[in-house]
């Protein structure tokens, strides 16, 4: 069974220049998390999808990043315009949604992005 | 708001000996899951053992343990028999238990970069 893909593995930008980045949960997972983590410090939730409803985006800095998760399955976060500090890896994660302790998270193997 | 705090930022440790990384928490719920992921440097979270804050059991996972200590909002882990692919950046998580907003959501530590010397 294919794991959480996302691509690209690494972008490297200017800042003002707008960025995109792409998630394919596992089949079957109705819940898709991004992460956002900075060098040095755990990954920090941006937002969570329930199919295709943001249900937790709190976190998700509107001015400059949004999402999308049309028809519950596959997820874009969109950085525009990039700056320099959100220079960071970009996690994206899946889960079933029953929301227990067997909801267990499954990575993808992340996006590394350099703002230059 | 929950806290985790993972208190070292390296570790090392001999190859087949034992390690422990320690972790603590703050919360207010009584109820809550814990949980220790492994990054190495390909970046994929793994998630290497659970722990559910009403079992008082602790988990066990082949070479991997973990001490909780409730009362003291404590959750170490103990990795026995070291093996080079033990290499890698350990994050302690925590995640609430009821449903909510922000109930699914992970907390993660800074980490600990666990090095193993061969």
């Known amino acids: 069974e294919a794991g959480v893909v996302q691509s690209p593995r690494y972008k490297i930008i200017e800042k003002k220049q707008p960025v995109a980045f792409w998630c394919n949960p596992i089949?079957?997972?109705?819940?898709l998390y991004w992460y956002l983590q900075n060098l040095g410090q755990g990954p920090e939730l941006l937002i969570r999808?329930?199919?295709?409803?943001?249900?937790?985006d709190s976190q998700l800095p509107k001015d400059r990043f949004s999402a999308e998760r049309l028809k519950g399955v596959d997820s874009t976060l969109k950085i525009q315009p990039a700056e320099l500090g959100d220079s960071a890896v970009y996690l994206c994660a899946s889960s079933l949604g029953s929301g227990g302790a067997r909801d267990e998270q499954f990575f993808g193997p992340g996006t590394r992005l350099t703002v230059l | 708001a929950q806290t985790v705090t993972q208190s070292q930022p390296e570790m090392s440790v001999q190859e087949a000996e034992t390690v422990t990384l320690s972790c603590t928490y703050d919360?207010?719920?009584?109820?809550?899951?814990l949980f220790w992921y492994k990054q190495p440097p390909s970046r994929q979270m793994i998630l290497v053992i659970r722990q559910e804050a009403y079992k008082q059991q602790n988990a066990t996972e082949n070479r991997f343990s973990v001490n909780f200590q409730k009362a003291a909002k404590s959750f170490s882990l103990k990795i026995s028999d070291s093996q080079l692919g033990d290499a890698a950046m350990y994050f302690c998580?925590?995640?609430?238990?009821?449903?909510?907003?922000?109930?699914?959501?992970?907390?993660f530590g800074k980490g600990t970069k666990l090095s193993v010397i061969p």
């Open positions: 919360t207010s719920e009584s109820d809550y899951y």
């Open positions: 089949s079957g997972h109705n819940t």
């Open positions: 998580a925590y995640r609430a238990l009821y449903s909510g907003a922000g109930s699914y959501q992970l907390t």
């Open positions: 999808y329930e199919n295709e409803e943001a249900v937790d």
